[in-house]
T-cell receptor, first 114, second 107 residues
Framework: EAGVAQSPRYKIIEKRQSVAFWCNPI?????LYWYQQILGQGPKLLIQ????????DSQLPKDRFSAERLKGVDSTLKIQPAKLEDSAVYLC????????????FGPGTRLTVT | DAKTTQPTSMDCAEGRAANLPCNHS???????VYWYRQIHSQGPQYIIH???NNETNEMASLIITEDRKSSTLILPHATLRDTAVYYC????????FGTGTSLTVIP
């Protein structure tokens, strides 16, 4: 069974630039999550999708972050414009449905904003 | 939503049992306890979860106290590859990882 795929693995941008991350969840998983993990901290949930609908985006900084999952499979997370404090690892995870917290994580994208 | 409290770090000798405690004194009756671990530079990995009863799988055992205010994750025979940050999470409206326990298995 293929795991959660993410790309790119690493990205370096300057502040005020934009960046996008891509995630392909495990086949058949209806629920998709995006997390932000700052160095030394645990992952923080940014947004949760059930199929192509948003379940929870309460911690997503909506003035600069956006995410979509148009066809209920792949998802993209965008930051525009980036700030220095956005430097972090962005993790994508998927689970069968919203009733299961057994999440499978991708390897993450390490973003450095200079 | 119940928050959890874990020690910042622990050491364990290789081959011995690693017992990782977690306090979740405000957990409500329908909230599960989940454990994940994160090996350096990797995404978190699901380990085990439980509600009231003790649970065991091929990776670990989970012991939940009768009042459900705390739990212990047990790695029966720790290996060097078990060195990781272990997160105890009480489910609720949000899945909150916290900062976890950094477990170091010593040769």
């Amino acid at each position: 069974e293929a795991g959660v795929a993410q790309s790119p693995r690493y990205k370096i941008i300057e502040k005020r630039q934009s960046v996008a991350f891509w995630c392909n969840p495990i086949s058949g998983h209806a629920t998709l999550y995006w997390y932000q993990q700052i160095l030394g901290q645990g992952p923080k949930l940014l947004i949760q999708f059930q199929n192509n609908g948003v379940v929870d985006d309460s911690q997503l900084p909506k003035d600069r972050f956006s995410a979509e999952r148009l066809k209920g499979v792949d998802s993209t997370l965008k930051i525009q414009p980036a700030k220095l404090e956005d430097s972090a690892v962005y993790l994508c995870a998927s689970s069968l449905n919203t009733r299961s917290y057994e999440q499978y994580f991708g390897p993450g994208t390490r973003l450095t904003v200079t | 939503d119940a928050k959890t409290t874990q020690p910042t770090s622990m050491d364990c000798a290789e081959g011995r049992a690693a017992n990782l405690p977690c306090n979740h004194s405000t957990i409500s009756g329908n909230e599960y306890v989940y454990w994940y671990r994160q090996i350096h530079s990797q995404g978190p990995q699901y380990i085990i979860h439980g509600l009231k009863n003790n649970e065991t799988n091929e990776m670990a055992s989970l012991i939940i106290t009768e009042d459900r205010k705390s739990s212990t994750l047990i790695l029966p025979h720790a290996t060097l590859r078990d060195t990781a940050v272990y997160y105890c999470i009480a489910t609720g409206n949000q899945f909150y990882f916290g900062t976890g326990t950094s477990l170091t298995v010593i040769p």
